[in-house]
């Protein structure tokens, strides 16, 4: 039976989607060697060797992705993430936060902001005592009263009000680790897990690249 292997390989891990299960590896650990063939999207350029030297037959989607954009540096992941999209937002929320513009059919532009992990790692920095576990439920409409409360809630801050700067009226697709919590601090959004993975399918279908 023929299976297609995806593989999107980000700043810490290579996610693989096979025959429609999920797996994903540390980019420091071992990785399967595979006999089907693979399309892989990349941000990492060492991880891209890496998998190329175990899955030689491994091709890069980029190669057959039709995408304009006048963004100098857009991530691969970004543009397929996008690449079908009319007139939405789209977010991806992983170890950074990336925010896409659309409109009728054409990139805008974006901004990048960091992810939950690297906001959290940078309190301890400024001071041992500004460590703290991330907690999900916060309560965003009320000022904070100590300072867990209060790096949660500037942290979350930071994060919301730029993505509804931009996006106004105009609905948003969140994807990535933390795309599903996010979504949930916007009435016009909906939650997408696998944005990246479908894209790629469609781009495959859409070029015929399978024989």
């Known amino acids: 039976m023929f299976i297609l292997i995806l593989c999107d390989i980000g700043n810490s891990t290579f996610h693989f989607l096979i025959n429609g299960k999920h797996k994903k590896y540390d980019i420091d650990k071992e990785i399967p060697s595979f006999t089907n063939d693979i399309y892989y999207v990349s941000v990492n350029n060492k991880a891209t060797l890496k998998l190329l030297d175990i899955n030689p037959q ?15 540096g857009l991530g691969a992941d970004r543009a397929i993430a996008c690449v079908f999209c009319e007139d939405e937002i789209i977010v991806d929320a992983g170890s950074a936060i990336t925010v896409d513009i659309m409109k009728k059919g054409k990139h805008k532009g974006g901004f990048i902001l960091p992810g939950f992990r690297a906001f959290s790692e940078t309190y301890p920095k400024i001071s041992k005592k500004l460590k703290f576990d991330f907690e999900k439920d916060i309560n965003l409409d009320k000022i904070p009263l100590q300072t867990k409360d209060a790096i949660q809630y500037a942290m979350m801050k930071s994060i919301i009000l730029p993505i509804k700067e931009v996006s106004k009226n105009k609905n948003i697709i969140f994807t990535g680790g933390d795309g599903k919590l996010l979504s949930g601090y916007f009435e016009n959004s909906v939650y997408k897990k696998d944005l990246i993975f479908e894209n790629m399918k469609r781009i495959i279908d859409a070029n015929n690249c399978i024989a």
Do not use: P
């Not at 491994?58 to 100098?72: G, M, N, P, S």
């Open 58 to 72: 491994a091709k890069d989607i980029t190669e057959v992705l039709e995408f304009e954009t006048q963004y100098q």
